[in-house]
């Protein structure tokens, strides 16, 4: 359980660095429409993976902790509340980029308000909401190495 917990946590977090820092500044470099274009093609796919990558974590995340036995007041509990919190948080934050913001901008993208300055404060908005999860992935691997060495 634990190989496939970090399994699935390295496909969770490794397409959002792949994301951040390969795909978004590969892109820059093409046409607006086409930057677009692909961009939400790879996304649909990743948001696939991604999310099958989320129920992975969270079942075997269960199992994990139910055959730890944790003692939740000890160090190693207040460690896994503080984690429990992060991915609470990147889940939260993930529903929020994948299925209401992120739709709602490429609809805006592609209609006639793409233009509007609301759909530019949008287009702003949802990459700061990835790259605010992406450093709570970070901070989340850091505690499950806390944990682990614990």
Same mark, same amino acid.
Request: charged fraction near 20%; avoid cysteine; glycine fraction near 6%.
């Given at each position: 359980m634990v190989w496939l917990h970090i399994i699935a946590a390295m496909t969770w977090i490794g397409g959002m660095v792949f994301i951040s820092l390969v795909l978004s500044p590969a892109l820059r470099k093409l046409p607006q429409n086409s930057r677009s274009e692909l961009f939400q093609t790879v996304g649909t796919a990743a948001k696939a993976v991604g999310w099958i990558a989320v129920l992975i974590l969270l079942f075997t995340?269960?199992?994990?902790? #139910?055959? #730890?036995?944790?003692?939740?007041? $000890? #160090?190693?509990?207040?460690l896994l509340i503080a984690k429990l919190t992060l991915v609470t948080m990147m889940i939260v934050l993930s529903v929020l980029h994948d299925f209401i913001l992120g739709p709602l901008l490429s609809a805006?993208?592609?209609?006639? $308000? $793409?233009?509007?300055?609301?759909?530019?404060?949008?287009?702003?908005f949802v990459p700061w909401l990835a790259r605010i999860n992406l450093l709570l992935a970070l901070a989340v691997v850091y505690l499950a190495v806390l944990i682990a060495r614990s």
């Open positions: 995340g269960a199992l994990n902790v #139910l055959h #730890l036995q944790v003692q939740w007041k $000890a #160090l190693i509990g207040r805006r993208l592609q209609s006639s $308000a $793409a233009q509007d300055p609301s759909t530019r404060r949008l287009r702003q």
